[in-house]
C-alpha cells in the first residue's frame, strides 16, 4: 500500500457478468445514483463513467455491460464495451458471487483476463448472504485459477467495507493529474442519466419479456421561466404492439407507476420539480438495427 503524499489518479475498470452487483458498488463508492440498479441482466448498456475524488487521488470508474453471449447487434454493442473497458485502464476490479463452484461464464472471464497485463483485483459480492467459512473457500478457488493482485471479500451494507474498498483501489492507482474538476461525479449528460432512471423503473415493474425490448429517449427538457419546473417529454421505445400496451397497462395504470417513480428519482437528480410526460411507440426489432441503435446511443464506432 502506497503511503506516500502524492496524488494519484486513475481508471477502474467493473466487469463481471451480468447481475453481480457492478452498479450497486460503484454507486456506493460514489456516493451518488449513477447506474441504473435491477434484478434483471443486461440493466446496464453502456460504459458509465463516475469520479470519486478524495484529498489524494482521483478515480474514474467505467461501468460496464456485464459480460454475456451476446443474441443481437445490441448485445454486441455491449460485449464490444465491455471488453475494450478491460484495456488501457490502472485497475480492473472483477465482481463475482460467492458460488459453490465457479461458473462456466465466470471461467469464460477468466480467461479474457489471462489476454491483459493489467493488475486484477477479485471482488467478492455478496458475502453477506453465505457463512465465513464458505467464503473461504471461494476465495480458495479462485485463487486456483487466476494470479489476482489481490481478493476481497465485499459487503455492501457495511461501511467498513466501502472504506476498505477504496483504499484498495487508491493503493493501486499510478501518480497523476486531476482528469475532472473535484466536485464531478459523472460525465454523463443529464438528458442520459434521467433515460437510465426511466429505464430502469421499467425494468423493475415490467413482466419479463418486455424489458430488454424497451429503449428510452428524451425529446425535449426545458425549464420553464416563470416557476422552477422541469417539462420532459421522453419516449420509450418497444419492439411489439403487445409490450405497448402491457407497458401502457389496464387504464395506463402502469405508465402511471413507471413515470411517477421515475420522476422522483428524476426530481431528486436535477434538484427541481419535475412535469414528466412518456410516449409509448413501437419500433420493430430495434435491437437489430443498425440505424436505431445509433440514434438511441449504442454506436459501436464510439466505444
Sequence with gaps: MKTDNKFRSGFVSIIG???????????LLIGEKISIISHRPQTTRNQIKTILTEEDFQAVFIDTPGLHTPKS?????????????????????????????IKKSDMDIIERLRKIKTPVYLIINKTDTVEKNHILKVIDAYRRVFDFKEI????????????G?????????????????????????ERQLCCEIIREKALRLLDREVPHGIAVEINSMKKRDDRELIDIEAVVYCEKNSHKGIIIGKNGAMLKKIGS????????????????????????????????LNELGYNRKQI
Design 152 to 163: 476481497t471479500p465485499f459487503c455492501a451494507i457495511k461501511a467498513s467495507d466501502r472504506d
Design 17 to 27: 457478468r451480468p447481475n453481480v452487483g457492478k452498479s450497486t458498488i460503484m454507486n
Design 261 to 292: 417513480s421515475a420522476r422522483y428519482d428524476i426530481e431528486r437528480l436535477l434538484g427541481s420539480k419535475v412535469n414528466l410526460n412518456i410516449w409509448i411507440k413501437v419500433r420493430k426489432d430495434w435491437r437489430d438495427k443498425e440505424n436505431l
Design 73 to 101: 447487434k445490441l448485445g454486441d454493442y455491449m460485449i464490444k464495451a465491455a471488453e475494450n473497458a478491460l484495456n488501457e485502464v490502472d485497475i480492473v476490479l472483477y465482481v463475482v458471487e460467492p458460488y459453490d463452484d
Design 165 to 189: 474498498l477504496i483504499s484498495l483501489i487508491k493503493g493501486g492507482l499510478p501518480e497523476g493529474p486531476m482528469y475532472f474538476p473535484e466536485d464531478m461525479i459523472t460525465d454523463q449528460p
